[in-house]
């Protein structure tokens, strides 16, 4: 990784023997992966340059040097020919050598009014705001993935299951959609996150603020932050947007795991209610006969290192003093790999609920087992004016028959069935189907496919 880096150094201390030196400026170092802010770092660095011309800090020659020197660094980063420096410790001072080498004085003089400390923490905001912007159009896609698939099964019956035991049929599509619903709220969460992240740090410098006649509202609204942050000290040192982007992305990635394990167990044989593409499956190096959902096992995997950065960020704010402290540099790795994996992944899943073949035999063999009907059974006798307790004994003497006689509640007659009770009448079998029983649920949130129709066309409107 280092070797991309040349190694061309500043003068070389006296008092350090040099493969200490060596080391600790590698130990030091951020360059490697914070030059992933070059844009940003470059977007920030403008405003601040305009904001001192403007306020006649810098002269307008200076700050029409600036735009040409960052212009020309800009593209030497887009073609892969700027060149990195180690011994420039990161991101920030890289570029400023590099203007400066471009530019004369003009270079030099940008970093007045400003600290490294204000700099980082604008550079990350405005990297976290377009990254929560990719992450909020992903879960979008996503969710219009489902709803799709959604609409494709608002009638196809499968087993509902607490404790993963049969409990009531549902249908596949009020299923999908519960996911579509937790995306929503993922989104939502992230757009809020969005909130306190858009906010302004520069012009706090390195932690008291600055002597110069800066204009921060000014930088703010070229930069499109909603506001500036009120206090300096804060400003530099605190990262609880970042934190708090993690979570979100922590609840996106159990979201995500969650389906990936319901759908590691519906590709299983032993159930196979689904098939997933094999573009998103592998083989096996030893057995021929394998398909691997891997997609789903490797989403369930990665949930664990996002939950991860999310405490590694939490653990490292936990101890700090006020104000800006170099720990904060290992901010940016738990957040990048966060974002990458977010972003993957849903771009992923959003491709591929669009190859996933649905198996309704499959799925409703397996509601006809387990007496998924029961409730209903129970809920005709409260109607017919059992009390709920006592409908629900007599059904589950019911079931217990239809154990001893290896059968379904809706295949035992009439006469049978009366036995348990003798409210039961002839219109009983309309309840004691998987349609019959998924159609009465037919409120707001329920299971009935009109239900999962009107959910749809409620969640179409807000997609849109
Ligand atoms: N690379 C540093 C970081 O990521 C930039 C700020 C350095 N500030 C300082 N006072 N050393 O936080």
Redesign the pocket.
């Known amino acids: 990784m280092t070797d991309q880096f040349s190694k061309k150094s500043e003068a070389w201390s006296a008092r350090f023997s040099e493969p200490v030196s060596d080391l600790v400026k590698r130990y030091t ?3 490697f992966f ?1 030059k992933r802010l070059a844009q940003v770092d470059i977007q920030g660095s403008l405003a601040h340059a305009e904001m001192l011309a403007h306020q006649q800090i810098i002269s307008a020659q200076d700050y029409a040097d600036i735009q040409r020197g960052m212009a020309q660094i800009l593209s030497e980063i887009d073609a892969g020919r700027f060149e990195w420096l180690l011994d420039l ?5 890289n570029i400023e050598k590099r203007l400066t080498e471009l530019v004369g004085d003009a270079g030099k003089r940008l970093h007045t009014g400003r ?3 204000d ?3 604008t550079d ?1 905001r405005l990297y976290m705001r377009g990254a929560i912007d990719d992450i909020v159009g992903l879960l979008k896609a996503l969710r219009v993935a489902l709803v799709d698939l959604a609409e494709r099964h608002a009638d196809t019956i499968l087993p509902g299951f607490t404790h993963m035991q049969v409990a009531q049929p549902v249908t596949f599509g009020h299923h999908m959609l519960a996911y579509v619903e937790m995306f929503g709220r993922d989104a939502e969460r992230m757009a809020d996150c969005r909130k306190r992240v858009n906010r302004l740090p520069l012009g706090s410098a ?1 932690l008291a603020g600055t002597t110069f006649p800066i204009d921060r509202e000014r930088v703010a609204r070229t930069l499109g932050f909603d506001d500036v942050c009120h206090n300096s000290l804060d400003a530099v040192s605190d990262r609880d947007f970042a934190i708090e982007f993690c979570a979100a992305a922590a609840l996106v990635m159990t979201h995500i795991s969650r389906l990936s394990e319901e759908l590691v167990i519906w590709m299983s044989p032993r159930v196979g209610f689904i098939d997933i593409a094999d573009r998103f499956c592998t083989g096996s190096s030893i057995m021929p006969q394998k398909k691997n959902p891997d997609v789903p096992e490797l989403a369930r995997g990665k949930t664990g290192r996002v939950n991860g950065h999310l405490m590694s960020l939490l653990t490292l704010m936990k101890g700090q003093p006020l104000a ?1 402290n ?1 720990d ?5 790795e738990p957040l990048f790999d966060t974002v990458d994996t977010l972003v993957d992944t849903l771009r992923i899943f959003a491709d591929m609920a669009g190859g996933i073949t649905v198996r309704p035999e499959a799925m409703r063999a397996a509601a006809l087992q387990g007496y998924a009907t029961a409730t209903d059974l129970a809920d005709y006798l409260v109607k017919k004016g059992l009390p709920f307790r006592d409908a629900h004994e007599a059904v589950a003497h019911a079931v217990r028959d239809c154990e001893q006689k290896g059968c379904d509640l809706a295949d035992l007659s009439l006469d049978a069935l009366r036995q348990f009770s003798p409210l039961i009448e002839a219109d009983v079998h309309g309840v004691l189907t998987l349609e019959g029983s998924v159609a009465a649920r037919a409120h707001v949130g329920g299971t009935a496919p009109e239900q999962v129709r009107a959910a749809i066309r409620r969640l179409r409107g807000s997609l849109a």
């Open positions: 170092a951020s360059v914070d410790e990161d991101v920030h001072l600290s490294r400390n700099q980082v923490a990350i390195a800006y170099k904060n540099q290992e901010d940016k």
